[in-house]
């Protein structure tokens, strides 16, 4: 079934450990976009790739880096974890960096503790 | 500062009625708008968009309004259905001005329940 992946469905995981979470699509969408979603906060996004080999910061990129080796795969890297960056993590692609729809994976539920 | 509002966290609807959810925004730049539905454990997904030139734009039971003036935009949903009960996020998008990129920016949701 096309669409995205997103590993894994949940993680609690200790404060300064280090995450990385898996995003991977095969619609050949050029855009990949990182959101967390936080109550009372909607979806904010935090890394974006307009195409592979390229990215960009979003609204909230502080203690999260991503890569963009292939036009499938999008990890999320939290280099060293926080309680505030418990969330729910959405990956999403989009045709081009021009199309307005995207497409969301399923999400991360990510607990830092 | 949330350039897209919608100020109702949720919204309590019977069958066969009519749903109405709303989203402000506060960036004349933006030039198109979307809705998202979003069912619990998984990742929204697209309902319906409106481009800025146009005011209105109906797809089967659902309809956006666009008021540009107010910078409001409006989903409406006739007749709500059980299986409409989902967190409806407004979203609000504007290109770049240098290499056309899409912004997007997503409101803080409603969380839409309709009554059996």
């Known amino acids: 079934i096309a669409g995205i992946t997103q590993a894994p469905t949940s993680q609690i995981l200790a404060a300064g450990r280090r995450m990385t979470l898996r995003c991977t699509q095969d619609?050949?969408?050029?855009?990949m976009y990182w959101y967390r979603q936080d109550l009372g906060l909607g979806l904010r996004l935090i890394h974006y790739s307009n195409t592979a080999g390229t990215t960009g910061k979003g609204e909230v990129p502080d203690g999260y880096s991503v890569s963009r080796a292939n036009t499938d795969d999008f990890p999320l890297t939290l280099a060293s974890a926080v309680p505030s960056q418990t969330s729910v993590y959405f990956c999403a692609s989009s045709r081009t960096p021009y199309s307005y729809e995207q497409y969301f994976g399923p999400g991360t539920r990510l607990t830092v503790t | 500062d949330q350039q897209v509002k919608q100020n109702s966290p949720s919204l309590s609807v019977q069958e066969g009625r009519i749903s109405i959810l709303n989203c402000d925004y506060t960036n004349s730049m933006f030039d198109y708008f979307l809705w998202y539905k979003k069912y619990p454990a998984e990742g929204p997904t697209f309902l319906i968009s409106?481009?800025?030139?146009?005011d209105k734009n109906e797809d089967g039971r659902f309809t956006v309004f666009l008021n540009k003036s107010a910078k409001h935009l409006s989903l409406h949903i006739v007749p709500s259905q059980p299986g409409d009960s989902a967190v409806y996020f407004c979203a609000a998008s504007y290109t770049f001005p240098s290499g056309g990129y899409q912004k997007v920016t997503f409101g803080t949701g409603t969380k839409l329940q309709v009554i059996p």
């Open positions: 619609m050949r969408h050029n855009a």
């Open positions: 409106i481009s800025s030139i146009k």
